[in-house]
Each structure stands twice: as structure tokens, then as C-alpha cells.
């Protein structure tokens, strides 16, 4: 079974900056695309970035410039440095991988538990 953990969720103010972390553990045999959701109440889950095993990345216009992602493949773990943060960056956030644990079988998707994110002042 494969879990992913999130941490580094928190209260920052506005202009603040946070570091999200999660980290994938279980039965792994490779990690593909790797990315960050988020779900504020009342609002659908949407894309905030994501990044190829080889390190292409994407994100959405609105975190463009403030946000990054990167990933760790030794530790599979993917990271989102959020700077500049906004009241409306609040939401919970979800990391979410696309993971095959054995080579013989197709790749599943996986969900994390979500780490909350509020901006306010």
C-alpha cells in the first residue's frame, strides 16, 4: 500500500511565505507526475502545480511567479515553496501522485490527507 503524508501547513500573514512537504512511503516501484491541489470552502479542488519525474513543471496562473514545486526522487517527496502568500491562497492542500508499486502493474492515482493553508492577518 502507498501512502503520502503532508506537513508544513499553517497560519502565515499575508506576504508570508510556507514550504509544503510530502513525502510518498509504502510499496514504491517508480513515482511519474507529482502535484499540489487545493479545495477552499465552497470552491471545487483545482490544480496548483505539478512536476514530471524529469522535472517539467506547471502551474496555475494564479500562484505563477510566487509558487514553486520541486521534487526529491531519492526521498520521493515533492515539495511547494508558496511566497508572497494571499488571503485567497487559503484552502487545504493536497498532494496527489501518480504511482506504480510494482513494475508489473499499471500506474494508480493517490491522494493525501490535505494540510491546511490560511492567510489572514
Known amino acids: 500500500q502507498v501512502q503520502l503524508v503532508e506537513s508544513g501547513g499553517g497560519l502565515v500573514q499575508p506576504g508570508g511565505s510556507l514550504r509544503l512537504s510530502c513525502a510518498a512511503s509504502?510499496?514504491?516501484?517508480?513515482?511519474?507526475?507529482m502535484g499540489w491541489y487545493r479545495q477552499a470552502p465552497g470552491k471545487e479542488r483545482e490544480l496548483v502545480a505539478r512536476?514530471?519525474?524529469?522535472?517539467?513543471?506547471n502551474y496555475a496562473d494564479s500562484v505563477k511567479g510566487r509558487f514553486t514545486i520541486s521534487r526529491d526522487n531519492a526521498k520521493n517527496t515533492v515539495y511547494l515553496q508558496m511566497n508572497n502568500l494571499k488571503p485567497e491562497d487559503t484552502a487545504v492542500y493536497y498532494c496527489?501522485?501518480?504511482?506504480?508499486?510494482?513494475?508489473?502493474?499499471?500506474?494508480?492515482?493517490?491522494w493525501g490527507q490535505g494540510t491546511q493553508v490560511t492567510v489572514s492577518s
Open positions: 496527489n501522485g501518480d504511482i506504480r508499486s510494482d513494475p508489473r502493474y499499471g500506474l494508480i492515482n493517490y
Open positions: 509504502g510499496s514504491i516501484a517508480s513515482i511519474y507526475v
Open positions: 512536476i514530471t519525474r524529469g522535472g517539467s513543471t
